[in-house]
């Protein structure tokens, strides 16, 4: 057999499909795992006559490998990937390419991209996202870092991505250094708010309404068949409909404590220091954080007072159209917020991000896919400048038609004590988006009055700051004016 295209160190559950469908495209595939013994099992069992080569030493590993080499790494985030770079180095010589293939922190990237472009050798730091059936039959691939590494990548990479229905791979680069973990990062962050809006949406079905799992069932297929049309509603719907071997609902079996890990956290944590308002996605990572605290839950539930409960009397038929509408004009928030958090981004780190391709990347093989994703592609189409997309054409006459059925929702959930942080934050988003006048002027004066910390006003250029002695016993000295 020929030398391989591509190394891929790693046999977890993405590694090991990866590999699969790398070597189902045509590729030739090396693989080594630390604990050995995987990597004969794993070329004895699946990988079984197969264009795909074991190697039981990093050494072994590189020397399989046709020129530039190219080394991928499915492992853990954090310090596993420091690690194998340190043990890759020595093998390697300039040019040859390591890339890091999981879940990384984009500010590790950033560091990682430049220690090892600084050793002569070139660095990728790629989001791929689908999970196990996305990685075996052809994931969304966000690569970025060292510029010069993408030609040596890019057959393979946009061979074994999703396509979509125009035959488009969901892989492009995506930018320098870190853009391509910012990128995945973001995704998830949309990934956890799409994820607790339909949990939302679901609880307003079954608490607010009273549907049963195969009424909730039906609204979800109906859902997918239309503008809601993603891979989410999509499991969501077969989620409600399924049933063990006893007859048991499982969705009703499973303990209300939801996982995370620290995607959506990271996405949040970066809103706040580029100072934007990823309102949207904090409530979703919260509302985790939240459902974790079971046994407080469940001792508050009888002492903490709330609405009675009591049967819905409005229209079930109409008010579900209402959550449908609701549902659609939160999750145009939720992207809009996305996208100013990436334009934030790409400002302040000199990438240069191809917003339209972003979403075309989305479009298949991403946990994420939806047809929704073809509108935000034709927004940036129309209008690469975009700064946010509530204010293409097309999205709000979309939030416009939505937005009486949206408040009757919110306003619905509230007034019955259901809990819709999500849904509500990208109400109050596009609401405080919408204004032109916010009550920041009233905080301003607070922060002069009891810390000097100066305002600007609107009768005045901006860029020229004042102080008021509100008291008469503060004096004209003001704090040095400065944004955290």
């Avoid at 074994?160 to 035959?167: F, Q």
């Avoid at 100072?275 to 979703?284: F, H, K, M, S, V």
């Avoid at 075309?360 to 997309?389: Q, T, V, Y």
């Amino acid at each position: 057999m020929s030398q391989a295209d591509i190394g891929l160190i790693g046999l977890a559950v993405m590694g090991e499909n990866l590999i699969l469908n790398m070597a189902s495209k045509g590729f030739t595939v090396a693989c080594f795992n630390r604990t050995t013994s995987k990597v004969d099992d794993f070329i004895n069992g699946r990988a079984q006559g197969q264009r795909i080569l074991g190697a039981h030493s990093i050494l072994e590993l590189t020397g399989l490998l046709a020129r530039p080499r190219k080394v991928m790494l499915m492992v853990k985030a954090g310090q596993a990937v420091d690690d194998f770079i340190e043990q890759l180095r020595p093998h390697l010589e300039p040019g040859d390419i390591i890339i890091d293939g999981g879940n990384s922190n984009f500010q590790d990237t950033i560091r990682r991209t430049k220690y090892v472009e600084g050793l002569g050798l070139l660095y990728i730091g790629t989001g791929v996202s689908g999970g196990e059936e996305g990685a075996l039959t052809g994931p969304s691939i966000m690569p970025g870092g060292s510029p010069a590494a993408w030609p040596a990548v890019k057959p393979i990479f946009q061979q074994i991505a999703a396509k979509t229905d125009r035959g488009e791979p969901c892989c492009e680069w995506v930018g320098e250094n870190g853009a391509g973990h910012f990128v995945k990062m973001v995704h998830n962050g949309i990934e956890y708010g799409d994820m607790q809006m339909i949990c939302e949406t679901y609880q307003m079905m079954k608490q607010g309404l009273g549907l049963t799992n195969p009424e909730m069932h039906a609204v979800f297929k109906e859902w997918n068949e239309g503008e809601l049309n993603s891979y989410l509603i999509e499991i969501t719907r077969d989620i409600l409909a399924y049933r063990d071997a006893e007859g048991h609902e499982v969705v009703d079996l499973i303990l209300d404590t939801a996982g995370q890990k620290g995607t959506g956290k990271w996405t949040a944590i970066a809103a706040l220091d580029a100072g934007q308002p990823l309102t949207l996605i904090g409530e979703a990572v919260f509302a985790r954080c939240l459902s974790a605290l079971k046994d407080e839950r469940v001792a508050a539930a009888p002492v903490l007072p709330g609405p009675p409960p009591a049967p819905f009397k409005g229209n079930k038929t109409a008010f579900i159209k209402n959550l449908k509408q609701a549902l659609y004009a939160s999750k145009i928030v939720s992207y809009a917020q996305g996208y100013q958090l990436m334009r934030a981004a790409a400002r302040e780190y000199g990438w240069h991000l191809n917003y339209g391709g972003i979403a075309l990347m989305w479009r298949g093989g991403c946990i994420i896919r939806s047809a929704f994703l073809g509108r935000i592609k034709k927004a940036f189409d129309r209008n690469p400048e975009l700064g946010n997309l509530l204010l293409d054409p097309f999205f709000t006459k979309a939030v416009k038609k939505a937005q009486s059925s949206w408040r009757k929702v919110v306003a619905t959930a509230a007034r019955s004590g259901v809990p819709l942080p999500a849904i509500g934050a990208a109400l109050a988003y596009y609401d405080g988006y919408r204004c032109a006048r916010l009550p920041a002027n009233l905080l301003q004066a607070q922060r002069d009055y009891f810390g000097a910390h100066t305002y600007e006003r609107v009768d005045q250029p901006r860029g020229q700051f004042f102080h008021t002695n509100w008291t008469g016993r503060g004096g004209a000295t003001a704090a040095s004016t400065y944004v955290v």
